[in-house]
């Protein structure tokens, strides 16, 4: 690959064009920020120079910085490699630089590259051009006086909104708020800068340094208002997330109370502060974490080709079957749905249409797009679509032998290279296909509900699946807008194998006399959507008993049998479904615990008996965190040990994407390894001693701790934690 460089050329009428070139977005690497400083100082010395114009190569403008230089901070602890630029360097250069600068900015600018943008003069954007600052999604702030220009150029308001959102806006918004100065097209870019910037030289057009504007900020009253509502409304949106969003306002108010200057200043200084902090390294390793995911060994590295994949039959249009249908369909693939009647058929494609129809009132799909992706699905009872279908995704309940018939059908039905997938969450692929012979055409295809909307799309291989057939699942998956992660095949296969244990604990320890809703309480102070109870309210009883005997079976050394989801179900209830669970729930809010629910969590305690001394145990809520979260580490430790995974951040971006783990804590094995082996594993030993088996140690665990070793790393390695 070319390397990043900065190059200037001038023209016959005096003008500097300096262009940045780091494919494939041009990301603010350490020799570009060299290179623009070179070229700037250079650019403001030439006597043959009257004016510049900033761009960017390969259609834009520029990504950002380069995000693998905080990696590399996370990875040493050299803060230093994050250079200074906002105090000294490239953009103060610019805004300062006598001579006036234009940026000509069309694809992206977004961070780093938006800041360069309006340390210009002025702004020349290209039609679509994406303009954002998107950083607090990786734990930090903009760090090249963003916090300070933004206000200046397009007011408080919208600027607090588009940095807490980190949404980017197009150059048709941009134009409106005052950020872009002039839209053309991508042909009259250049020469249209070019001449602005000597307009500006001329004074025929105004030399505007945005970080001394003042006119959009408004009074300080009006501004310490807007910041407030803004505080209010961040704790609101984001109860659980950590303190950079209010750093970031607390930047912001310096520039407005201190003025600019002053607002740069504590930007640089609170930005390094937060590049360290454990969210900024959460948030980092699950952008490359997410990234690692397409790399497949013997899959994505041995010159295969991706078929395409034009038609797909689902079978079965319940929630899963419908959500799938949904997500195929407005990715422009024909779906073929199959029901056993036509009164299921119909209530399928009822649902098809209500999850379409969702995402255009939520403003997620235009009405003609809905319209396209609805003309793309066809109902059918029986098998006689399925004879030109690339690919069959089975959809149905959770009976082996219900399955085993339908891919005995599909390879009968289907024509030979028609990949043949299940849903399944948890059964075993090799005992779904037993029965066909073409088992190299079987592949896993495990969904999160709601299917059309979750990020992840788990994909299960056999020993037997072949490459072709793995590497064309993961091409329809980032086609149909998922993260696709292949993993091995056993019982509950990644996400849910990892995480059987995160309910078993939460009943643990209300049989050990911990209240339910507290117990709920601390896992989303944690950082999870909901806690466990409210989670099984919400999917019902029914599959919490479906689930806990599959895992039960498989995995009987430490499964915990508690009694109280069939005492709840004795008793009349099934969670949100009939309005009667661990909660109360009433039409328009929010849930409410139902205090009638006691006597039968007492009656669960009575029966499990494993109160110590017949008492309730006295826990700090960073034991209830842990009891529950470190024996879902030790499962992942037998994930990574089995190599059901390619790599532990695999692991990581699943539980992100699939469980709702905090992002913001990088995954579960992330975490753990912030936590440290050793003291996971020592709290273990002491429980199991204590409780019993469920607790117990893995011996990947035992093995990691007693060499302090990070979790993920590699067999081969032997790195200290960080």
């Avoid at 407030?228 to 109860?239: G, L």
Wanted: proline share 5%; charged share 20%.
């Amino acid at each position: 690959m070319a390397k990043p460089h900065v190059t200037l050329e001038v023209g016959n009428d005096g003008v500097a064009v300096i262009s940045m070139s780091n494919p494939p977005v041009n990301a603010l690497a350490l020799p570009i920020i060299t290179g623009l400083k070179e070229k700037f100082d250079e650019a403001a010395r030439r006597n043959d120079v009257q004016a510049i114009v900033l761009t960017g190569k390969h259609g834009k403008f520029s990504g950002g910085f380069d995000i693998s230089v905080m990696q590399k901070v996370h990875q040493t602890g050299d803060v230093s490699l994050v250079p200074d630029v906002s105090v000294d360097l490239v953009v103060n250069t610019i805004e300062d630089c006598k001579k006036p600068v234009v940026a000509a900015v069309e694809g992206l600018a977004l961070g780093g590259g938006l800041e360069l943008a309006m340390g210009c003069h002025a702004r020349v954007v290209a039609p679509k051009t994406q303009l954002g600052l998107p950083e607090l999604t990786l734990g930090i702030i903009p760090g090249f006086g963003g916090t300070q220009r933004l206000p200046r150029l397009i007011g408080l308001s919208k600027a607090i909104e588009m940095m807490l959102s980190s949404k980017p806006i197009t150059s048709e918004e941009g134009m409106k708020l005052g950020l872009v100065d002039v839209i053309v097209s991508s042909q009259e870019l250049l020469k249209v800068s070019r001449q602005w910037a000597l307009d500006i030289k001329a004074r025929h057009k105004p030399w505007m340094r945005s970080l001394y504007r003042t006119d959009k900020i408004g009074s300080l009253s009006e501004a310490r208002k807007l910041l407030k509502a803004a505080r209010q409304q961040a704790k609101k949106t984001a109860p659980n997330l950590p303190q950079h969003h209010q750093a970031c306002l607390d930047v912001i108010e310096e520039g407005v109370v201190h003025g600019g200057y002053n607002g740069v200043l504590k930007e640089a200084k609170v930005f390094k502060e937060l590049v360290i902090s454990d969210t900024s390294k959460g948030l980092i390793h699950v952008f490359f974490a997410q990234r690692a995911t397409s790399k497949v060994p013997n899959v994505t590295d041995v010159g295969l080709k991706s078929r395409q994949i034009k038609k797909v039959a689902v079978i079965g249009g319940g929630l899963m079957g419908s959500g799938i249908a949904t997500a195929l369909i407005m990715s422009n693939i024909y779906v073929v749905l199959k029901e056993i009647n036509s009164e299921y058929l119909l209530k399928g494609i009822k649902m098809i249409e209500a999850n379409v129809r969702g995402l255009v009132t939520r403003g997620k799909l235009l009405q003609d797009k809905a319209d396209k992706a609805l003309s793309m699905l066809k109902g059918v009872l029986d098998y006689s679509e399925f004879r030109d279908v690339d690919m069959v995704i089975e959809a149905v309940i959770e009976s082996i032998p219900l399955k085993q018939k339908i891919f005995i059908e599909i390879e009968k039905a289907c024509p030979p290279h028609c990949i043949l997938a299940t849903n399944t969450s948890t059964i075993d692929l090799n005992i779904i296909a037993e029965k066909t012979s073409a088992q190299d055409r079987v592949i896993g295809a495990h969904f999160f509900s709601p299917a059309h909307i979750m990020p992840l799309l788990e994909i299960v291989r056999t020993d037997k699946t072949s490459a072709q057939v793995i590497l064309d699942l993961m091409t329809v998956g980032k086609s149909i807008k998922k993260v696709p992660v292949v993993v091995g095949n056993c019982t509950g296969f990644a996400v849910n194998r990892t995480f059987f244990p995160y309910t078993q604990g939460a009943h643990i320890l209300v049989n050990l006399g911990v209240d339910v809703f507290r117990i709920d309480r601390v896992i989303s102070n944690f950082g999870l959507p909901m806690g466990p109870f409210l989670l099984q309210d919400l999917a019902g009883y029914g599959v919490a008993v479906a689930v806990g005997k599959e895992f039960a079976n498989a995995f009987p050394d430490r499964t915990f049998l508690s009694p109280l989801v069939e005492l709840l179900i004795k008793s009349g209830r099934n969670g949100k479904n009939n309005g009667k669970g661990y909660y109360i729930y009433e039409k328009g809010s929010k849930p409410k615990p139902d205090p009638s629910v006691i006597p039968i969590i007492e009656e669960s305690r009575r029966l499990t008996n494993i109160m110590p001394n017949g008492k309730s145990i006295s826990v700090t809520d960073q034991e209830i965190v842990n009891m529950i979260l470190f024996p879902v580490v030790n499962e992942a430790c037998r994930v990574l040990d089995e190599g059901v995974v390619v790599r532990a951040s695999d692991l990581d971006i699943a539980s992100v994407l699939g469980m709702s783990f905090p992002a913001y804590r990088g995954g579960i094995v992330f975490w753990a390894d912030m936590v440290g082996s050793e003291h996971i594993y020592t709290s273990l030993k002491k429980w199991s001693q204590l409780y019993g088996d469920f607790f117990k140690p893995s011996r990947y665990l035992e093995e990691r701790a007693s060499k302090g070793m990070l979790l993920s790393a590699p067999a081969s390695a032997s790195r200290s934690r960080m």
